[in-house]
Antibody
Framework: QITLKESGPTLVKPTQTLTLTCTFS??????????VGWIRQPPGKALEWLAL???????RYSPSLKSRLTITKDTSKNQVVLTMTNMDPVDTATYYC???????????WGQGTLVTVSS | EIVLTQSPDFQSVTPKEKVTITCRAS??????LHWYQQKPDQSPKLLIK???QSISGVPSRFSGSGSGTDFTLTINSLEAEDAAAYYC?????????FGQGTKVEIK
């Protein structure tokens, strides 16, 4: 059974750096074809993909946010970390981590964590 | 970037009615189109993968069709528990993109 859970601050100030951790179970991020991605959703709005890390440590980012994002993995701890610099109130959203299946689609999502950016 | 456009944005439907949601891609994505259901305050749930492939545990009233640029999610005989937002998502190429969502309300 695959599960993922996001953790991190619920409130950050403008210009600060956000660090979110995704802790997962039920799969290994060293299995060929597997990945973990981050997706966010502002309140009442649509889903937006942010970043993806593959089993082989290949990393991909949203072109519009690439300069602000870093994704890393710790396979031994079953964790993936996303950092986003220079936070702004428009970054207020629920942040999800998700499992990318070997088939290439997202099949499992974490419960999400709401991050509010406010002074 | 591949843009996904869903229609309609909102639909109010009576139980047992049939619901059809469309998703149009700005360029051909083969069958790399997936559908998700998101209920209020919940994370998205995978309903259909690769345009038309069913997912274990998902009721059979949910089905998908299409390829290339035009895709459809159909809910046959809508039930009250189907009130949710529905999103399409393409994994054909990065950046991954999602449709803007379709909210289905039960009358």
């Amino acid at each position: 059974q695959i599960t993922l859970k996001e953790s991190g601050p619920t409130l950050v100030k403008p210009t600060q750096t956000l660090t979110l951790t995704c802790t997962f179970s039920g799969f290994s991020l060293s299995t060929s074809g597997v990945g973990v991605g981050w997706i966010r959703q502002p309140p009442g709005k649509a889903l937006e993909w942010l970043a993806l890390i593959y089993w082989d440590d290949d990393k991909r980012y949203s072109p519009s946010l690439k300069s602000r994002l870093t994704i890393t993995k710790d396979t031994s701890k079953n964790q993936v970390v996303l950092t986003m610099t220079n936070m702004d109130p428009v970054d207020t959203a629920t942040y999800y981590c998700a499992h990318r299946s070997i088939g290439g689609y997202v099949d499992y999502w974490g419960q999400g964590t709401l991050v509010t950016v406010s002074s | 970037e591949i843009v996904l456009t869903q229609s309609p944005d909102f639909q109010s439907v009576t139980p047992k009615e049939k619901v059809t949601i469309t998703c149009r891609a700005s360029q051909s994505i083969g069958s790399s189109l997936h559908w998700y259901q998101q209920k209020p305050d919940q994370s998205p749930k995978l309903l259909i993968k690769y345009a038309s492939q069913s997912i274990s545990g998902v009721p059979s009233r949910f089905s998908g069709s299409g390829s290339g640029t035009d895709f459809t999610l159909t809910i046959n005989s809508l039930e009250a528990e189907d009130a949710a937002a529905y999103y399409c998502h393409q994994s054909s190429s990065l950046p991954w993109t999602f449709g803007q969502g379709t909210k289905v309300e039960i009358k």
